[in-house]
């Protein structure tokens, strides 16, 4: 079964846009809740993470937006640029010990920023 | 400092086949990884090793088998190669109670 599900599959912003991409999860036992930034042919890295004790953290132009009650968090890129076009996944794992890196992944969402 | 480095590349195997693929780390990192890359799918765990000597189940890990040979090196290999093994595989590796998992550029498998 798929426990952390993403949408969209696919996105395409204008330049200087906003792009969401969304992710819902099952499991209330994750509390740590990374996205990685994929380009062609690289492995992903990662952009951004929370843990479940805040509810957005931000970094530059890129925002996630969490929220526990409803099992669901967010990434906001604002003024999307060209540069930014890659494939994003959300993940989330379990704190402690060797657990961040037992990634559980979401289908990923190729994002496409159109100069 | 080359991070995580994957080899091959690209492999292209006929059902049946064995192969090994290799990774190795520079970073002192103890817990290494295997996921693979299947489109609509995202990436999923194979296996992973939380330090040299141990080695344990991820989500999906038929049909692998996995070595960590030492701290630097953690080995993924396919005994008797399936189409359905097609795919593209990342190895990555972390410090214990850290947060990053580093990912490799992966190795592009097709089985024929």
């Known amino acids: 079964q798929q426990q952390v599900k993403q949408s969209p599959q696919s996105l395409i912003v204008q330049k200087g846009g906003i792009s969401i991409i969304n992710c819902a999860y099952e499991n209330t036992a994750f509390d740590y809740f990374p996205w990685y930034q994929q380009f062609p042919g690289k492995g992903p890295a990662l952009l951004i993470a929370?843990?479940?004790?805040?509810s957005e953290k931000k970094e530059g132009r890129f925002t996630i937006s969490f929220n526990k009650s409803a099992k669901q968090f967010s990434l906001h890129i604002m003024d999307s640029q060209p540069g930014d076009s890659a494939t994003y996944f959300c993940a989330a794992s379990f704190a402690g010990g060797t657990s961040y890196g037992k990634l559980t992944f979401g289908q990923g969402t190729i994002l496409t920023v159109h100069p | 400092n080359a991070g995580v480095t994957q080899t091959p590349k690209f492999q292209v195997l006929k059902t049946g086949q064995s192969m090994t693929l290799q990774c190795a780390q520079d970073?002192?990192?103890?817990?290494m990884y295997w996921y693979r890359q299947d489109p609509g799918m995202g990436l999923r765990l194979i296996y992973y090793?939380?330090?040299?000597?141990?080695?344990d189940k991820g989500e999906v890990p038929n049909g692998y088998n996995v070595s960590r040979l030492n701290k630097r090196e953690f080995s993924l290999r396919l005994e008797s190669a399936a189409p359905s093994q097609t795919s593209v595989y990342f190895c990555a590796s972390g410090r214990n109670m850290d947060t990053e998992a580093f990912f490799g550029q992966g190795t592009r498998l097709t089985v024929v």
């Open positions: 929370i843990r479940p004790d805040v």
């Open positions: 970073m002192n990192h103890n817990s």
């Open positions: 090793s939380a330090s040299e000597g141990t080695t």
